[in-house]
């Protein structure tokens, strides 16, 4: 009975948009009024006696009308065993069994009206009020999660109801899912594809809408209808002889979209780098990116204000079984309309050291931003000076730093206007076919199973493209693969001319004419690989409205050898040849010797490389044709010494020559830590880096890269390839956790880094940090943390900054009706201009009258000197009643008044008075 009620709760959320009717209020109350009589019943008539229990005087009616219409011969309820309660309660099971139990409802949402009085800068009172929604009258705020897994044994389902102040279209999506053996049917916000038979016709992308697929024996059938959530984008970015980070160009990448190559071979997210989606950054793991290499990323990101196009597509397949498969695929794009330049709203808290960069989670136009601090309008400035509040950084404009230190307890608000990134210039639309003959049947070892050795396939496919600069081009392939006792032999012909172009999609593909041929060998112990290709490959100007094409021809060889010994070991030895020729020409010879063997607890890997080449090089202002020569050696190590104590070590160091020119790179991460059963917990790290400025050669030549980027397949990031330059990094640190005992944990930290570079924020920092954390009862705790930290630019500027923060409370909720908390935060800083210091106190007492209804009242005091100084005080009366389960009334009377005490700044300052009645669904986590 209890699922029922949460599952009735969950469809009305859904249905209602977690807004509950008084129908289903009434719902509810009916199930509970359900249990009284059951209850009453039992104790009337049940085995042993006649119990008796007060009820409510429209339960005790409809009890005695219950009572009366039982069988007249029998003054008892009907047996358990009776077939009608048996019948009734394997029903009740099946339905908590396939319904209630599989739908799942998380989160908070609360639904406002507020009436308010402002007087002063009403923009600084929205900033800072109710989540930056001070001025709308009413509100809806929260985010709700309604989940189903399985319900009745084939159907899926995600809803989720996110507020859109921020308009985080991650978080805006809903998935409605039907699935057996013989269909296969999606709606809502889901990643799409077709048969993906025919490999020029390749689609995948994050869309809104429907596909459906269906598969009856050998012929299957998919399509699609469906809206584009963002763009699909491929870019290209230069090693710079570091693990990164590397920046993508482009915030808000789509969950799964991303894949990524290095030199055309594959990496994988996880294990080889990780990805920070919401910067759109990816940073290397165990590997350091030569200067030399291409890092070649494909993606979707989110754009803003832009519709990325309706996207229609179907394809068929059947399967003739020896004669081969046959396949059709049709798909086309229709170019959505572009919105206009909207405004955008992003909000902080503030993230302390001036150190800290704040990113943007899309690019802005130049001259449209505006930052607010605790209503504060802020005064931009450029890196490298000592002018303005804060500065973007020069070679990334999603990124910008403050000059002074942001405390946690203050509200960061930025208002601008994204640049526009439309890659769709126009509807594009691509049919093809394709056919697969399979050859040669091996047979299992006990003959019970067959499979193909190989196949052929040939795929075809014209694409064309409807703009002011119409396209249309038929693109062709042949591809093989046949396997040969040890031996895999692969070999493939590729035509896609210029004027090909395909539907948007994540992917590799690019316009060129190429052969590629290669040999697996594998037995035992030994594993080698060899691969050739020679392609002529098209390269277009993305900014360049004539959609003309240069070409490179790039011949590209490598081979590669493993043996894994008898104790385990692995060797493996990798050489490749590289050659360019275009209007100038590149080679680069690069060969690698590694080896790794893990001695029980202990895993180690080493590795040399050597480079030999010529190409062009250049820096931020000039390139020249150079000869290049780079020198590689590196190491890692883990080590689990077991309970609970592990090390780290990875290094590696390279030695750069550019014609007369030499430098050096290196990297060196060092970590141990501790965390077992004792009351001890250590963590000390080690890091330095430096990329090297004669390392980073800041635009070699590389065949892995070309091609990508506003070409037929997908568009790029809009502005080309961010080039980071060389980067310098230092920094070293140590926690340490003592749990004196069951009540009192201590925390002790300091670190030390120096960060210098193109992209980096070129400072100095210094962190100590101290906490306790004390409780005396289950109902009484107490918290202190204090924190000093020190920083100081270090490019071109003599500023230093420093802060000491004091922060802690005092929080009580003992027997009784009463609770209370008493909170304590100071700031004092030096930084010349900057410095300011600040002192809050705040507290907050409860009086709960009965189970239901609460009282509560609250006091903020906060005083800010030194630069901007501000006297901030607000006061709130609340009364809350829960009405049922999750579901509670709010109702509160607040009073603020914010005032500047800088004669020469007017905005900020506000005195409110408002009274806001909620209403709150809280299902927790």
Not at 183 to 198: E, P, R
Not at 418 to 445: C, F, H, M, N
Not at 547 to 566: D, E, K, L
Not at 746 to 769: D, K, P, Y
């Amino acid at each position: 009975m209890r699922g029922s009620r949460v599952f009735v709760l969950s469809m009305a959320l859904v249905l209602g948009v977690a807004v509950p009717s008084r129908a289903n209020a009434q719902l509810v109350f009916r199930f509970d009024k359900k249990l009284w009589i059951e209850l009453a019943r039992k104790m009337r008539t049940g085995k042993g006696g006649t119990g008796k229990v007060a009820l409510p005087s429209s339960v005790q009616k409809e009890t005695e009308k219950k009572s009366n219409t039982m069988d007249p011969n029998q003054n008892r309820l009907p047996s358990p065993n009776d077939p009608r309660n048996r019948k009734k309660k394997e029903g009740q099971t099946w339905l908590q069994e396939n319904v209630t139990d599989r739908v799942k409802v998380t989160g908070q949402r609360t639904l406002g009206y507020h009436s308010f009085s402002v007087q002063g800068d009403r923009e600084a009172f929205n900033a800072l009020t109710n989540f930056g929604t001070g001025l709308q009258q009413f509100t809806d705020i929260g985010s709700l999660q309604v989940t189903g897994a399985q319900v009745l044994g084939v159907l899926n389902f995600d809803f989720r109801f996110n507020d859109n102040r921020f308009q985080d279209p991650q978080n805006q999506q809903y998935t409605l899912r039907y699935q057996n053996a013989e269909y296969d049917l999606a709606y809502g916000t889901i990643q799409a594809t077709l048969l993906n038979s025919n490999q020029l016709i390749g689609f995948s992308r994050s869309v809104e809408g429907f596909v459906g697929g269906w598969k009856d024996g050998n012929f299957s059938a998919r399509v699609l209808t469906t809206q584009a959530r963002g763009s699909a984008r491929t870019v290209v970015i230069e090693g710079n002889n570091s693990a990164g980070p590397y920046y993508l160009q482009g915030g808000r990448v789509i969950d799964g979209t991303l894949r990524l190559q290095v030199d055309g071979q594959a990496l994988s997210l996880g294990r080889d780098f990780i990805l920070d989606a919401e910067l759109g950054t990816i940073t290397f793991l165990d590997r350091v990116i030569a200067p030399t290499s291409s890092i070649t990323v494909t993606y979707e990101s989110f754009g803003f204000g832009q519709n990325s196009g309706r996207i229609e597509g179907a394809s068929l397949g059947y399967d003739f079984g020896s004669a081969g498969r046959l396949g059709f695929t049709t798909i086309r794009q229709v170019t959505g309309a572009t919105g206009g330049a909207l405004e955008r709203l992003e909000q902080f808290q503030g993230f302390g050291s001036p150190s800290t960069p704040y990113f943007l989670q899309f690019e802005p136009i130049a001259g449209s931003v505006e930052i607010r601090v605790d209503g504060i309008i802020q005064v931009q400035g450029i890196a490298g000076t000592n002018v303005g509040d804060y500065f973007f950084d020069p070679q990334n404009p999603l990124i910008f730093y403050f000059r002074r230190f942001i405390p946690s307890s203050s509200t960061v608000i930025v208002r601008y206007r994204p640049r526009l990134t439309q890659t769709v210039d126009g509807d594009r639309e691509v049919t093809g076919w394709d056919y697969r003959i399979p050859l040669g049947v091996s047979k299992s070892t006990d003959g019970s199973a067959t499979t193909n050795r190989g196949y052929i396939q040939y795929n075809s496919a014209q694409g064309k493209l409807k703009s002011a600069t119409p396209l249309s081009g038929t693109a062709r392939s042949v591809d093989s693969r046949y396997e040969l006792g040890n031996y895999t032999i692969k070999a493939g012909w590729r035509e896609i001319p210029n004027d090909f172009v395909s539907v948007e999609s994540t992917g590799f593909a690019r316009n060129e004419r190429s052969v590629q041929s290669g040999v697996e060998y594998r037995a035992g112990r030994y594993q080698g690989e060899f691969a050739y290709s020679n392609a002529v490959i098209d390269t277009s100007n993305p900014l360049d409205p004539s959609q003309t094409f240069t070409s490179t021809r790039a011949v590209n060889m490598s081979g590669t050898m493993n043996f894994r010994n008898i104790n385990g070991g692995l060797w493996s030895a990798t050489h490749s040849r590289m050659r360019l020729r275009n209007s100038e020409s590149t080679r680069l010879d690069t060969s690698t010797v590694s080896y790794a063997k893990s001695y029980g607890r202990l895993n180690q890997s080493y590795g040399v490389e050597t480079q030999i080449g010529r190409g062009r090089v250049g820096d931020q202002t000039a390139t020249k044709i150079a000869n290049i020569n780079v020198d590689t050696i590196r190491a890692s190590y883990t080590y689990d010494a077991g309970q609970g104590l592990s090390a780290s070590l990875r290094a590696s160091q390279s030695n750069v020559k550019v014609d007369t020119d030499e430098g050096q790179g290196f990297d060196t991460f060092f970590s141990v830590g501790y965390r077992g059963d004792s009351p001890w917990a250590v963590t000390a790290s080690y890091i330095v880096s430096d990329s090297g400025a004669v390392a980073s050669l800041g635009g070699f030549l590389n065949s892995a890269g070309l091609g990508f980027g506003g070409n037929g397949f997908s568009g790029g990031s809009g502005q080309g390839t961010l080039s980071v330059g060389s980067t310098a990094l230092r920094r070293v640190g140590l926690d340490v956790e003592r749990r004196i005992n069951s009540k009192w944990n201590v925390q002790v930290g300091a670190s030390q880094q120096t960060a210098t570079g193109l992209s980096t924020s070129n400072t100095e920092l210094e962190n100590f940090r101290l906490s306790s954390d004390y409780s005396f009862d289950d109902s009484h705790r107490f918290f202190l943390s204090l924190d000093r930290s020190f920083v100081t630019f270090v490019s071109g500027i003599v500023q230093k900054t420093s802060a000491t923060t004091l922060t802690g409370f005092f929080e009580g909720r003992p027997e009784g009706p009463w609770s209370y908390r008493v909170g304590y935060s100071s700031l004092i800083s030096e930084g010349g201009t900057f410095s300011q210091d600040s002192l809050g106190l705040d507290f907050d007492i409860g009086y709960r009258i009965d189970a239901k209804q609460r009282l509560n009242l609250s006091r903020i005091s906060n005083q800010v000197r030194g630069y901007y100084p501000q006297d901030d005080s607000a006061l709130s009366f609340g009364y809350s009643y829960s009405i049922y389960k999750n579901l509670a009334l709010t109702g509160r009377y607040n009073i603020r008044d914010l005032k500047n005490l800088d004669p020469t700044q007017s905005a900020g300052a506000f005195r409110a008075n408002t009274f806001d009645l909620e209403l709150t669904f809280d299902f927790g986590k």
